[in-house]
């Protein structure tokens, strides 16, 4: 079963008296499977925050259709499995870290010792156990995310969006959040995550999506699409030097010995920027 699905999945927006509407989101078609980490990419007004409102039922659709986990996005049941982290949350700022997460894990109805217990864990799943009793104001940008993931966790969801869950955080404080959703995702967790951290998402995840006018414009795994397929790199062993302007064509003539013969692998940054320049349908501002 794919944790989400959309099927021609349209969002307009309007622009007020006389002009006309905006598409912000056109016939998306969009597939994670469940126990993937799912990366949404795309510059900013592509959709992605489109894509992640609609399939959290925060807007409604103009039209197609959003599942999450079979159930439409428009019932209150689909995201009873679902946990969200915003780009940029908001907290209480009088709270503790602990209290932060005892008032989340309350809404969600948990209570007692077993909240006691998911606390604890979250805190030191998410580094924070030493801070549990600081109050946010005194958290940085990367203790904030971490404990926004770990409010979006409380519950234990199957399934968690995260929009730009590194965004202002420092590299080290970066490099935990990439490392926590690893570990999420081996535990089963399904992640579907936007973000505009090429480097990132290329290491965490499985599959991506590129939006660009809120279009679906480039979509596949990750280390498939990297794979420079224009080039071929070959190694051997034992060539002689005078026998390498022949290598394709005298290699095993040559004495050598053919090693491999492989794809080198581009980055996702000069991928994405690929697909952005031969995709001209014109600019235009989109959320």
């Not at 199957?158 to 590299?171: C, F, N, R, S, Y």
């Amino acid at each position: 079963m794919d944790a989400i699905r959309t099927e021609n999945l349209t969002k307009k927006y309007a622009l007020g008296w006389r002009r006309g509407r905006l598409l912000a989101l056109d016939k998306l078609n969009l597939h994670v499977h469940e126990g993937e980490v799912y990366g949404l990419l795309g510059p900013n007004g592509s959709g992605k925050s489109t894509t992640l409102k609609l399939i959290l039922g925060l807007i409604s659709m103009t039209s197609g259709e959003a599942r999450v986990f079979d159930v439409p996005c428009e019932k209150v049941q689909s995201r009873l499995h679902v946990g969200f982290l915003p780009e940029n949350p908001y907290f209480y700022k009088y709270l503790t870290g602990a209290e932060t997460l005892e008032f989340y894990g309350r809404l969600c109805g948990m209570k007692g010792t077993h909240l006691n217990k998911r606390i604890d864990e979250l805190l030191a799943l998410v580094g924070l156990a030493h801070a549990r009793d600081r109050r946010l104001a005194g958290y940085s940008k990367g203790m904030l995310q971490r404990i926004g993931l770990a409010q979006a966790l409380i519950h234990d969801p199957k399934l968690l969006l995260l929009d730009e869950p590194t965004a202002g955080v420092d590299p080290i404080g970066s490099k935990d959040i990439r490392d926590l959703i690893l570990r999420l995702k081996e535990t089963g967790k399904t992640v579907l995550l936007s973000s505009h951290l090429l480097a990132q998402v290329q290491d965490v995840c499985d599959r991506i999506g590129v939006l660009n006018l809120g279009k679906m414009i480039l979509e596949g795994r990750v280390d498939q699409l990297i794979s420079d397929q224009r080039r071929v790199s070959i190694t051997v062993q034992g060539l002689p030097e005078t026998a390498r302007e022949k290598v394709m064509e005298t290699v095993r003539a040559a004495g050598g010995e053919l090693v491999s013969i492989e794809h080198p692998q581009t980055t996702l940054e000069a991928l994405f920027l690929e697909a952005l320049n031969k995709d001209k349908r014109g600019a235009g501002e989109h959320d």
